[in-house]
């Protein structure tokens, strides 16, 4: 098995975690430093920037050599089993764990080799399990190799369009204040949503443990939450958000831990669709 962690801010691999104390309890308060041997995979670095009629448009997938180069610099081998392992200090890193697995899919790794360890590093630590804080530097490059993408996990700006004209499944990922078009982020200029999507609000998804640690559902837990907040349909259909991570979240849900297939992700999402100059709506 290879473990792999995965973060945005690589800083805190080389720190020691933080700890407070409350009433007498030692409490883990922010990650530090990873799993012994592991290795290090930027979240930053698992999009690309590409040029679509004429803009540059960041947040992209990347190619498959561009996404094979990335595996190969940080020495991910070929045939072995991978295990995920974010922090665990947020729901965020929950779904930029799942949008990794759902780019190895893509890029041709088998579902049954890839798993994510469920609370990442906040609940290793507070397990009490040891923790490295040594610099993770790869002296070396592997031999992995990507596929051609794997277009039954993939939608386009066109499948997107035709699902619309037929009233077919879209759900939009994101939080149910950026669906409803109330809130907005720095990436996404405007405020709405695509046209007959309908909800899968991210904060059904993920629950904060009693260890601190952010984690995932089971698929038990996950049906009844689901169809107690009205939402019964989850696939065929496609999932997008804004540039990729909370639809990479559900689809992991809905795909891996309660294995109903046939969910595509959109994974331009708003970003690629509003910088097209494509309609949106509000309510």
Same mark, same amino acid.
């Given at each position: 098995?290879?473990?792999? #962690?995965i973060r945005d801010s690589l800083g805190s &691999?080389?720190? #020691? !975690?933080?700890?407070?104390?409350?009433?007498?309890?030692?409490? &883990?308060?922010?990650?530090g430093g990873?799993?012994?041997?592991?290795?290090?995979?930027?979240?930053?670095? +698992?999009r690309e920037k590409r040029e679509i009629d004429g803009k540059k448009i960041d947040f992209m997938l990347p190619t498959a050599k561009e996404f094979e180069e990335s595996m190969q610099a940080? @020495?991910? =081998? !070929?045939?072995?089993?991978i295990v995920i392992v974010p922090t665990g200090d #947020? *729901?965020?890193? +929950? =779904?930029?764990? $799942?949008?990794? $697995?759902?780019? +190895? @899919?893509v890029f041709g790794v088998p579902p049954e080799q890839i798993a994510i360890l469920n609370g990442g590093m906040h609940a290793w630590i507070s397990a009490g399990y040891a923790v490295d804080t040594d610099a993770i530097v790869p002296m070396s490059s592997s031999k992995w190799k990507a596929q051609e993408p794997n277009r039954a996990l993939l939608a386009t700006t066109a499948e997107v369009q035709a699902a619309q004209r037929a009233h077919k499944l879209l759900l939009d990922a994101r939080p149910? *204040?950026?669906?409803a078009g109330l809130e907005r982020t720095p990436v996404i200029p405007v405020g709405g949503r695509l046209t007959g999507s309908s909800a899968l609000p991210a904060e +059904? &998804?993920?629950?904060n443990a009693d260890d601190g640690s952010w984690r995932f559902l089971s698929a038990h837990v996950y049906r009844k939450v689901l169809a107690g907040a009205g939402v019964h349909r989850l696939a065929p259909g496609i999932v997008y958000c804004n540039t990729g991570q909370y639809a990479a979240g559900s689809w992991f849900v809905i795909d891996r831990i309660m294995g109903i297939k046939g969910l595509r992700e959109y994974p331009g999402g708003m970003n690629e669709w509003v910088q097209r100059g494509l309609p949106i709506v509000n309510f």
């Open positions: 098995v290879q473990i792999v #962690d &691999l080389t720190n #020691d !975690p933080k700890f407070s104390t409350i009433k007498g309890q030692k409490v &883990l308060d922010e990650v990873h799993i012994t041997d592991a290795l290090s995979v930027n979240f930053w670095g +698992l940080v @020495q991910l =081998q !070929p045939g072995k089993p #947020d *729901a965020t890193s +929950l =779904q930029e764990a $799942a949008f990794f $697995a759902w780019e +190895l @899919q149910l *204040a950026q669906f +059904l &998804l993920y629950r």
